[in-house]
């Protein structure tokens, strides 16, 4: 159920977080924000935010929810995430306005609502702490110092790689971009293993640090063995 609810609000911000062009850093942050949310809430009594229900706790509270009344829950505190990190994150001509998301979601929510969830969040969950360091931090920072080399290649790819385009200035551009678009593969793959762990909830158990070196050494991996 935890893990459920985890897999589906991370695709939710990272989805939401596209849609209002926000960084993926902010994104980032913002299912840290989520998941110290989840940490507080699934051992904690019931939640006077969720739909009411008999429960005792949280927990029992969000299995009796109906799936509508669920998929409202998780993206009124996704959304709330997504607002706080972009505070945080964004230059101020990019910060998405509670408005903003609003539009987004169809008025589904009252404004209120958000300034509630935003309280909750500062207040009672990040204890003030917004400045978050999440594996993303890690592996850009990685990438900026090198960390894919052609020695990693074996020969015959390599010589293939640089052979393809004839030796002419018209050829090294074209090299260039070639190599421009394997690099941006590369950075792709990185981002989708930082994700990878953090739908599976390794964010919470690992230092950050290591689960992007852990992401840079598969990647290297795969896009070696291309």
């Known amino acids: 159920m935890i893990q459920g609810i985890r897999e589906e609000a991370v695709i939710k911000i990272l989805e939401n977080g596209v849609r209002l062009s926000l960084k993926l850093q902010t994104s980032h942050i913002a299912s840290m924000y989520f998941e110290t949310w989840l940490d507080k809430k699934k051992n904690s009594f019931t939640d006077p935010v969720a739909p009411n229900t008999d429960a005792d706790c949280w927990l029992d509270q969000v299995k009796q929810m109906k799936p509508r009344d669920l998929r409202n829950y998780i993206d009124l505190i996704t959304l709330s995430c997504i607002l706080l990190a972009a505070k945080v994150n964004e230059q101020n001509p990019a910060q998405p306005s509670i408005n903003d998301v609003l539009r987004l979601v169809r008025n589904k929510f009252e404004f209120e609502d958000f300034i509630e969830m935003e309280r909750y969040l500062i207040t ?24 894919l080399f052609w020695t990693d290649f074996d020969c015959s790819i390599r010589d293939n790689f640089r052979e393809r385009e004839p030796r002419t200035d018209q050829g090294a551009k074209v090299l260039q971009y070639r190599m421009v678009l394997f690099l941006i593969q590369f950075r792709k793959y990185i981002n989708y293993f930082v994700e990878q762990s953090l739908i599976n909830g390794l964010w919470g158990h690992y230092p950050q640090d290591v689960i992007a070196i852990a992401s840079i050494i598969i990647a290297r991996f795969e896009m070696i063995n291309i």
């Open 124 to 147: 009672e969950c990040l204890n003030w702490k917004l400045n978050i360091t999440t594996p993303y931090h890690f592996s850009d920072c990685i990438q900026g110092m090198g960390c």
